[in-house]
């Protein structure tokens, strides 16, 4: 970060601030000094914010839909930087075939509103990893992933990874709108993020035997990606994509005890019904697993980032 940052003379917004991340990106940048537009979806509860500012006039709350360009707009006035991460709306809470063209729309509203606010400087955009590792030459490729690659939407289409479109989709979308109307915009493509209520539903975890056997099955800690947000904020120097996890699942041992963590009935009962419950518990192998998969660029830019 460069010395000369001053964060409490910035405004920035964080949405949709009422997911895991958003909120504790709000709540970070409150304790680095940030004046906060916090935006959440109709279905966000407004009570989550009770107390964690110390300063009333730090903290502002908005309710904003992605799809609902003026309460975007609304939510930005003021703000030099924006913080957007997807959360499906209420209505639509599973990824499937047509949830792409949500977050898509949802994408384009929120980066030509940030088009249209004159005193917006930069975007983070948070994508995924499952925007990065579906490929179809993805086992015989000879150097690691990393954030110059791209999935490929008719090999997700093909294995119904709805995740993996969606996320290819909307950021593939986000970058041509940024870069046609000379938006500054970073993202972060995070692996599966390792919350309390994470279950097997999630749909990060379609094809996770397939990215087990790849090398490619990369998790993040909370604060390690609400840190790398911040960083690649405050860091001048910070482009185009980044990888962010800080684990790999490359070993049985990882494996069963993610597969334990996402279904607790099953590890509670007999091995074999835990097999036959949980698809990452399954035929993995026992053995170490070359990772295929590189965040050095990240790891480079947060090297003297003061959490």
Request: some cysteine.
């Amino acid at each position: 970060m460069a010395p000369s940052f001053d964060t409490t003379t910035h405004t920035v917004c964080v949405m949709d601030a009422s997911g895991h991340l958003g909120f504790s990106i709000v709540q970070r940048l409150l304790q680095r000094g940030y004046t906060v537009h916090a935006s959440l979806q109709k279905h966000g509860k407004e009570d989550m914010f009770n107390g964690i500012s110390t300063d009333s006039n730090k903290l502002k709350l908005f309710r904003s839909d992605p799809f609902d360009y003026p309460s975007i707009i609304e939510a930005l006035r003021g703000c030099s930087g924006l913080f957007y991460t997807f959360e499906p709306p209420h209505d639509q809470p599973n990824h499937d075939e047509y949830m792409a063209d949500v977050e898509v729309r949802a994408a384009h509203n929120v980066l030509e509103a940030c088009a249209q606010t004159e005193t917006i400087d930069k975007v983070v955009f948070t994508s995924s990893a499952t925007a990065v590792v579906w490929r179809e030459d993805r086992k015989t490729m000879e150097l690691d992933l990393d954030e110059r690659h791209w999935s490929d939407v008719n090999f997700c289409r093909k294995f119904k990874l709805w995740h993996g479109v969606s996320k290819t989709m909307a950021e593939k979308s986000a970058w041509a709108l940024a870069m046609d109307r000379g938006v500054n915009m970073v993202s972060i493509n995070a692996g599966l993020l390792m919350t309390h209520d994470l279950s097997i539903k999630h749909p990060y975890l379609r094809g996770a035997a397939e990215m087990y056997e790849d090398g490619v099955f990369v998790t993040v800690d909370l604060p390690f990606l609400v840190d790398a947000h911040i960083c690649v904020y405050e860091e001048v120097s910070s482009y185009g994509r980044y990888l962010c996890f800080n684990h790999i699942i490359n070993t049985h041992e990882d494996a069963v005890q993610l597969a334990q963590k996402l279904t607790p009935d099953a590890a509670s009962s007999s091995s074999t019904s835990s097999s036959s419950s949980s698809p990452e518990s399954g035929d993995l192998g026992k053995g170490f697993i070359e990772q295929k998969i590189s965040n050095k660029k990240l790891n480079k830019l947060m090297v003297n980032f003061e959490a």
